[in-house]
Every structure is written in structure tokens, then in C-alpha cells.
């Protein structure tokens, strides 16, 4: 069961979610999975070492020799030196302080002040993580035992040129914002617009989903209350949102929760990925059947981000609101961008939202699902089993059943199984 210290400390039974230090029963169940940790445009080869947190761990991305990417603890072993200002040389990482020397496997190589023919450094075992590179991120593996399989999600799964992975620095826990992904209903309104004039301002709610001859954004606004279905998968949870689009059409749109902490959304997904209890990176993949644009995708970005990955609309400014915006254009007078939108909503609950004073609706019916399942899941990882989703089989990496779609279909149509008409990668396409 989970531990009574945590649940009887937490404001709700929810937040031992929350907690994902090292022996929490949170960061217990994310250190099964493997996690991002930088962008891979972080670390360029002959670059300099990264210090990052995760998971609340200190630790230090660099790349050896050879191109390949390590992760060790952050200060070094003997006197607690900070490694990201070592020197990459001889296989590894070397402290400039005494020049202990580390290889990506934390084992202490060289101790240059020790005795000639002294084998302490055996005894020195620096921390260690395992790495891999896919779809422009490092991904990190801080559980026990053999890293388990990274799935073949269909956002990381495309050519490089089709592939755009980011990433922005949120003021709050890593839950509250994965949740706004998978609340279907919020689109209606915080995301919706009264004016389309300018479809510069926002091309993904101003373009129509397939079969539609009408924006999302008309959409959504059109049926502001959606029918919503959820069900258990072996990956999470898939989420459908039906609204009316017409007499004789359905707007649907499936989405997905991830374990443990990931989303997949039409033409996207990624993960929600703690710094420590309070902070979080949100590292999200654009993927496209053709060729994107990705240099003019970098410059957009800077309109709305400083380099080093945080919104220029933050808690500080008030997010910059325009309340003349809010008369005429837009509900919330938060600018064209999405992810301003969504940086308010999970921030401006408090870094830790406080779940004792929720009032859960119809609405949330797939956060209510979802957190039913990763409770569950810490029960399983607590009795010594792995947790769902932990792929361990290389022959069952394929996600092709991991489908997320908008599109208008007839009322004729199942929309329950109309996800399986769209079981192959290639047929997502960038809005």
C-alpha cells in the first residue's frame, strides 16, 4: 500500500503523485520509464557539460569522446566539486580541481595527487545514469535494474526532418500541467477566439481539421460541451471528445494520457518531466508526414520564449494580459499562443496546487482516470512488480495503437473505433 507518511503529509490522497524525489513513491514509479532530460541542441559535440536536475537530483549531461551522451552526479566524489566545469578528455569527464577523471559509467578512472601504483579510485563509484538519443532528445533511465524499452511513439518515430522537439520552463509541478493536456473541454473557452482576421495569430485554431470545411477554432466554439469517453489501455488512457459539428457531423478528437507522466495530441506529443517538486520542463515533439519548416518553427518560438527555454509571459507579469485583447478577440487576453494559455492555467494554481480544494466536474473525467491509474501503478512498482507500460520485449515497442486525430466524421460513423482507421504513423500530419 502506499506509505501512510506520504498520504497523511499530502493536502489530498493525489499528492503522493506529486512527490518524485529519490524513495518517494512518486518518483519511485517515474524512475521505471525513461525520462528526457536536455534537447540534444543543449549538447552539442565538443560542447560544453550540462548541469541539469531531474527527479530532484543534481546531475551533469555531457558527451565524450565519441559523440555519445553520459549523465553523472553533479559534484564530484571526492571533495564535492562541480563536474560542469570539467574537462572532457581520456574517455570522460575530469574534475579540475584534483582532475579525477569519470567515464559515462560513473567509474573513477584516474586520480592524478593519489600514489603511484594506489587503486583507490576502484573504490569510487560516481552516480551514474544511462542515456539514449532519439528525435532530437537525451533520454535518461534513473530507475533500478536494466532500462526497459523506449515505445516507438508515433512523435518520435519520424525522420529528422519531419521531427521538431522544444521545450518550456514551468512554475509549477509537472501533474497539474500534464493534466491540462488530457482536459479536452478547456478548448472551448481558454483557447477560443471571436475573431479570425488574422490567421497569423493562430494557424492551428484557425485551420480545419480533416474533413471539416470550418476552423477548430469554430469548433470549439460551436459545441462547448463535448461528450467524453475514456478507457483503460495497456499505455494509459485514450480520451475521445465528440462535438456536434454539424446536424449530420461529428468533430472528434482523441487524445492520450502516457505513463507516467506523457501526452499524445494531434500532430504532437511529449512528457511533463519534474526538476524538483515545484518546477518542471514540458518537452513536446512536433511530428509531420513532410519535411518542416524548422528554422522558421525556431524563430516562432523566440517570439514567445528567451533562449533558454522560458516563457517571456510569465507569473511575474501578470502573463502579460491584455484585458482590450480580452474585448474583442480573444477569452483570455493571452496573446495567439497556446502554450501561454496553458502556462496560466497550471501556474496560476500555485507551484503545488492544493487538491483538497478541487471540485472535480463531468469535465475532468480523464484526469480522474488518469490519476486512478498511476495511484494504481505505485501500488504495483511498491509490491515489487513492474509498472504499466514498462516495455520490456524489443517486439512490443510498436505504438501503432497509440492514435490521436481530430477530424469531423458523419454521425453515421463509430467514432469509438474510428481511431483504427488512422493506425499508421505517416498519417499524421503538422495543422
Given at each position: 500500500?502506499?506509505?501512510?507518511?506520504?498520504?497523511?503529509?499530502?493536502?489530498?490522497?493525489?499528492?503522493?503523485?506529486?512527490?518524485?524525489?529519490?524513495?518517494?513513491?512518486g518518483g519511485d514509479?517515474?524512475?521505471?520509464?525513461?525520462q528526457?532530460?536536455?534537447?540534444?541542441?543543449?549538447?552539442?559535440?565538443?560542447?560544453?557539460?550540462?548541469?541539469?536536475?531531474?527527479?530532484?537530483?543534481?546531475?551533469?549531461?555531457?558527451?565524450?569522446?565519441?559523440?555519445?551522451?553520459?549523465?553523472?552526479?553533479?559534484?564530484?566524489?571526492?571533495?564535492?566539486?562541480?563536474?560542469?566545469y570539467?574537462?572532457?578528455?581520456?574517455?570522460?569527464?575530469?574534475?579540475?580541481?584534483?582532475?579525477?577523471l569519470?567515464?559515462?559509467?560513473?567509474r573513477?578512472?584516474?586520480?592524478p595527487?593519489?600514489?603511484?601504483?594506489s587503486?583507490?579510485?576502484?573504490?569510487?563509484?560516481?552516480?551514474?545514469?544511462?542515456?539514449?538519443?532519439?528525435?532530437?532528445?537525451?533520454?535518461?533511465?534513473?530507475?533500478?535494474?536494466?532500462?526497459?524499452?523506449?515505445?516507438?511513439?508515433?512523435?518520435?518515430?519520424?525522420p529528422?526532418?519531419?521531427?521538431?522537439?522544444h521545450?518550456?520552463?514551468?512554475?509549477?509541478?509537472y501533474?497539474?500541467?500534464?493534466?491540462?493536456?488530457?482536459?479536452?473541454?478547456?478548448?472551448?473557452?481558454?483557447?477560443?477566439?471571436?475573431?479570425?482576421d488574422d490567421t497569423?495569430?493562430?494557424?492551428?485554431?484557425?485551420?480545419?481539421?480533416?474533413?471539416?470545411?470550418?476552423?477548430?477554432?469554430t469548433?470549439?466554439?460551436r459545441?462547448q460541451?463535448?461528450?467524453?469517453e475514456?478507457?483503460?489501455t495497456?499505455?494509459?488512457?485514450?480520451?475521445?471528445?465528440v462535438?456536434?459539428?454539424?446536424?449530420?457531423?461529428?468533430?472528434?478528437r482523441?487524445?492520450?494520457?502516457?505513463?507516467?507522466?506523457?501526452?499524445?495530441?494531434?500532430?504532437?506529443?511529449?512528457?511533463?518531466?519534474?526538476?524538483?517538486?515545484?518546477?518542471?520542463?514540458?518537452?513536446?515533439?512536433?511530428?509531420?508526414?513532410?519535411?518542416?519548416d524548422?528554422?522558421?518553427?525556431?524563430?516562432?518560438?523566440?517570439?514567445?520564449?528567451?533562449?533558454d527555454?522560458h516563457?517571456?509571459?510569465?507569473?511575474?507579469?501578470?502573463?502579460?494580459?491584455n484585458?482590450?485583447?480580452?474585448?474583442?478577440?480573444?477569452?483570455?487576453g493571452l496573446?495567439?499562443v497556446f502554450?501561454?494559455?496553458?502556462?496560466?492555467?497550471?501556474?496560476?494554481?500555485?507551484?503545488m496546487?492544493?487538491?483538497?480544494q478541487?471540485?472535480?466536474?463531468?469535465?475532468?473525467?480523464?484526469?480522474i482516470?488518469?490519476?486512478?491509474?498511476?495511484?494504481r501503478?505505485i501500488r504495483q512498482?511498491q509490491?515489487?512488480?513492474?509498472?504499466?507500460?514498462?516495455?520490456?520485449?524489443p517486439?512490443?515497442?510498436?505504438?501503432?495503437?497509440?492514435?490521436?486525430?481530430?477530424?469531423?466524421i458523419?454521425?453515421?460513423?463509430?467514432w469509438?473505433?474510428?481511431?483504427?482507421?488512422?493506425m499508421?504513423?505517416d498519417?499524421?500530419?503538422?495543422?
Amino acid at each position: 500500500m502506499i506509505e501512510e507518511a506520504f498520504v497523511t503529509q499530502a493536502q489530498s490522497p493525489y499528492d503522493v503523485l506529486t512527490r518524485t524525489g529519490p524513495g518517494t513513491p512518486g518518483g519511485d514509479l517515474l524512475r521505471r520509464y525513461w525520462q528526457p532530460a536536455a534537447l540534444a541542441e543543449e549538447l552539442p559535440v565538443g560542447g560544453a557539460p550540462v548541469p541539469i536536475k531531474l527527479l530532484g537530483e543534481e546531475l551533469v549531461l555531457f558527451r565524450d569522446e565519441l559523440g555519445q551522451p553520459g549523465l553523472i552526479g553533479l559534484h564530484c566524489a571526492h571533495r564535492g566539486a562541480d563536474l560542469s566545469y570539467g574537462r572532457l578528455e581520456d574517455g570522460g569527464l575530469r574534475c579540475i580541481y584534483h582532475g579525477w577523471l569519470y567515464d559515462m559509467n560513473g567509474r573513477c578512472l584516474e586520480q592524478p595527487g593519489e600514489p603511484a601504483g594506489s587503486t583507490f579510485h576502484e573504490r569510487i563509484h560516481q552516480t551514474a545514469y544511462p542515456c539514449l538519443e532519439r528525435a532530437g532528445i537525451v533520454f535518461a533511465y534513473l530507475g533500478p535494474g536494466d532500462p526497459p524499452q523506449l515505445p516507438d511513439y508515433y512523435f518520435i518515430s519520424g525522420p529528422e526532418e519531419c521531427t521538431f522537439a522544444h521545450k518550456y520552463f514551468h512554475d509549477c509541478n509537472y501533474l497539474q500541467s500534464n493534466e491540462g493536456n488530457i482536459d479536452p473541454s478547456h478548448l472551448s473557452y481558454l483557447h477560443h477566439f471571436m475573431k479570425e482576421d488574422d490567421t497569423r495569430l493562430a494557424p492551428s485554431a484557425f485551420s480545419a481539421p480533416e474533413g471539416a470545411g470550418i476552423s477548430s477554432n469554430t469548433l470549439f466554439g460551436r459545441d462547448q460541451s463535448p461528450r467524453l469517453e475514456v478507457e483503460e489501455t495497456d499505455y494509459g488512457v485514450r480520451i475521445f471528445s465528440v462535438r456536434t459539428a454539424s446536424p449530420s457531423e461529428t468533430y472528434l478528437r482523441v487524445t492520450n494520457f502516457i505513463y507516467p507522466n506523457g501526452f499524445g495530441i494531434p500532430t504532437q506529443g511529449g512528457w511533463h518531466v519534474p526538476i524538483d517538486d515545484t518546477h518542471h520542463w514540458k518537452f513536446q515533439i512536433y511530428r509531420g508526414s513532410s519535411p518542416l519548416d524548422l528554422p522558421r518553427m525556431k524563430r516562432d518560438m523566440l517570439q514567445t520564449m528567451t533562449p533558454d527555454y522560458h516563457h517571456l509571459r510569465s507569473r511575474a507579469n501578470r502573463y502579460l494580459q491584455n484585458r482590450d485583447e480580452m474585448k474583442v478577440r480573444s477569452i483570455a487576453g493571452l496573446g495567439p499562443v497556446f502554450q501561454n494559455h496553458d502556462n496560466w492555467a497550471t501556474e496560476s494554481p500555485g507551484s503545488m496546487q492544493n487538491r483538497s480544494q478541487e471540485h472535480v466536474a463531468y469535465t475532468d473525467r480523464a484526469i480522474i482516470k488518469a490519476r486512478e491509474v498511476l495511484l494504481r501503478a505505485i501500488r504495483q512498482v511498491q509490491a515489487g512488480n513492474d509498472p504499466p507500460h514498462v516495455i520490456r520485449n524489443p517486439e512490443q515497442k510498436r505504438m501503432s495503437h497509440l492514435v490521436s486525430l481530430q477530424e469531423v466524421i458523419p454521425n453515421s460513423a463509430d467514432w469509438r473505433d474510428h481511431w483504427k482507421t488512422h493506425m499508421v504513423p505517416d498519417t499524421f500530419v503538422l495543422a
